[in-house]
DNA sequence: TTATTTTTTTAGCCTTATCTAATTTCGTAA
DNA sequence: TTACGAAATTAGATAAGGCTAAAAAAATAA
């Protein structure tokens, strides 16, 4: 099955909102989500529905089916090796690779895609910590836990983040919080759930609730 | 001044077609260099008029403007740059890369295209032995000269290629006739003007005047 | 259960890039 | 200088992707 770029876009929109657990994905969060109106969804979820990447009920939303799973998987794959690529071998910041890995993932070349892992060291995981689905769209992804959801005391490693926007990312790099950094969760404040951290056993850094609950943490 | 991707494409072309030395560029050239029909060529040639980058009178052909030849040579670039990357850093042989250039030249980075020069060393020729103009669009090129026109014990460096077909790349490799290649024409053949060729200084090799004349030496 | 609001879809139009078929223009040969 | 063939352009379709406005269906409230 060979998708167009927007075709592509849409199918990798719908696995990301089929991830956070609804049982089907309407039509406004995906027009939300990809920035269009809700009746261009429309027209795309009957060709999507057409090649079988999605199940389509008129009115009732929709759900990924396991080829387009695999298919937006594939597409995942590629946008985060390019990510890897960029912040690697092109010193991008990680708040910049965004945009171009966006472009970057349409592009048709199985052989490309491979020579690049390669290259790339068969890498596990992107600069925002998020796992690379391997050619058969496996991922192995480690348990990881909000870091607002820590006690005092418990210690582990940036592994991911849930909001990548260019703000938060820069806040991070500001801060020093980056992918992989080891942390220790030294106060809470009970009234606002605003934490102390400690940071690579040196800097200590005080974060709100909020910023806390978009930094996944890998425990230890 | 952006152009779509098809523009992109219809502009190489014009550039590439005006390159032969010729004054204008005819509907029929542009629509068989790009594999589809005048009409489809007409229309485009009236939208690149209205963007500036040719000038175009109807019925006799069109001229690249300064405007034009600045794009063209911008995507050139891109497309030499990754044809570099591709060969160099993910080990692609010299006659798989065009495909895959042909879609990483449409990528709209400036940062990108700077980081890749910077990260391949700044190259100023592609592996075909093709200039790589520089952000500005100005190429070094180095006075070339086809091997059958060459003479008895005149020798020099294989720097480029005519017909850059996937058969033909092949078939270079295969003799080992690679860009950069040193050779030196021991004889030539009156009645056909088929040569004999010493090539880094140990293999002798026979060519058709048909196959030397798609090949570019500088001469030494 | 009916009425209202929200969500989704349909209808109709726009743009880009392509095509075929018909028409127009050019250049040249008679 | 006219007539003809080649080259180029226009006209009218199609397909993808997007839009607005209107209609239809579903969800919610009274």
Redesign the interface.
Known sequence: MILTTAEENYLKAIYHLSDEGKKSVSTNDIAAEMKTKPASVSDMLRKLGEKSVIEYRKYYGVHITEEGKKLALQTIRKHRLWEVF?VE????AWD?VH??AE??EH???P??IQ??DA?LNFPKFDPHGDPIPDEYGDVRSRPRIQLNEMEIDQSGQIAAVKDSSAAFLRYLDKVGAYIGARIKVLDKVEFDGSLEILVDQKKTLFMSKDVASNILVLQS
């Open positions: 960029l071998k092109l010193n991008f910049e945009e171009v472009e970057l592009i048709q070349s052989l490309l020579r690049l290259y």
